[in-house]
T-cell receptor, first 112, second 117 residues
Framework: GESVGLHLPTLSVQEGDNSIINCAYS??????FIWYKQESGKGPQFIID?????DKRQGQRVTVLLNKTVKHLSLQIAATQPGDSAVYFC???????????FGSGTRLSIRP | GAVVSQHPSRVICKSGTSVKIECRSL??????MFWYRQFPKQSLMLMAT?????????EQGVEKDKFLINHASLTLSTLTVTSAHPEDSSFYIC?????????????FGPGTRLTVL
């Protein structure tokens, strides 16, 4: 069945360092992979997405890498700031069903 | 732009009562809205897809008679948790897909915290 999961449930990073959050997926039928940020008590916030036929996409301070060979997705955050503290979810979008399936989430905490 | 609101943001009810949660797209029309449930320290689980003017499509394992969804207009979808029990306590989140865009864009609401006593 559809499954999107993460390697690490928590990640602690020194402020100013780069963060790398990883995600493994099992379903190859998705059209897009998406990263969301969720702060405590709030809904998910879109960060960046990548089409399934791409392997890299950059945004402002964030980069998403997609390795379809090993079914692995990562989110890199440059110069991590206190405001980056949140839970990060990877997700897949299936155009055939027009729905998004979420992964299990990684909590990112920032050390001062 | 692309703001989605939910009401109420927090609700506490007694076991056996029904609770209605509203999801509104404030500045765009949404042909499709989605309802998710999120238990503490867990991911969002899609419950159902709500299409304006038609019946909702429920995910496997989600009871359609317990979680009633109505999408009567392009800006409003409601989720009613009928005969709520403590195990229904959760964070309910909706999202809306804009009508004009044929992409994966979905905009999420702030969530509704339901506590059933």
């Amino acid at each position: 069945g559809e499954s999107v999961g993460l390697h690490l449930p928590t990640l602690s990073v020194q402020e100013g360092d780069n963060s790398i959050i990883n995600c493994a997926y099992s379903n190859s039928a998705s059209d897009y992979f998406i990263w969301y940020k969720q702060e405590s008590g709030k809904g998910p916030q879109f960060i960046i997405d990548i089409r399934s036929n791409m392997d890299k996409r950059q945004g402002q301070r964030v980069t998403v890498l997609l390795n379809k060979t090993v079914k692995h997705l990562s989110l890199q955050i440059a110069a991590t700031q206190p405001g980056d503290s949140a839970v990060y979810f990877c997700a897949e979008w299936f155009s055939s069903a027009s729905k998004i399936i979420f992964g299990s989430g990684t909590r990112l905490s920032i050390r001062p | 732009g692309a703001v989605v609101s939910q009401h109420p943001s927090r609700v506490i009810c007694k076991s056996g009562t029904s609770v209605k949660i509203e999801c509104r797209s404030l500045d765009f029309q949404a042909t499709t809205m989605f309802w998710y449930r999120q238990f503490p320290k867990q991911s969002l689980m899609l419950m159902a897809t709500s299409n304006e003017g038609s019946k909702a499509t429920y995910e496997q394992g989600v009871e359609k008679d317990k979680f009633l969804i109505n999408h009567a207009s392009l800006t409003l979808s409601t989720l009613t948790v009928t005969s709520a029990h403590p195990e229904d306590s959760s964070f309910y989140i909706c999202s809306a897909a804009p009508r004009q865009r044929g992409s994966n864009e979905q905009f999420f609401g702030p969530g509704t915290r339901l506590t059933v006593l």
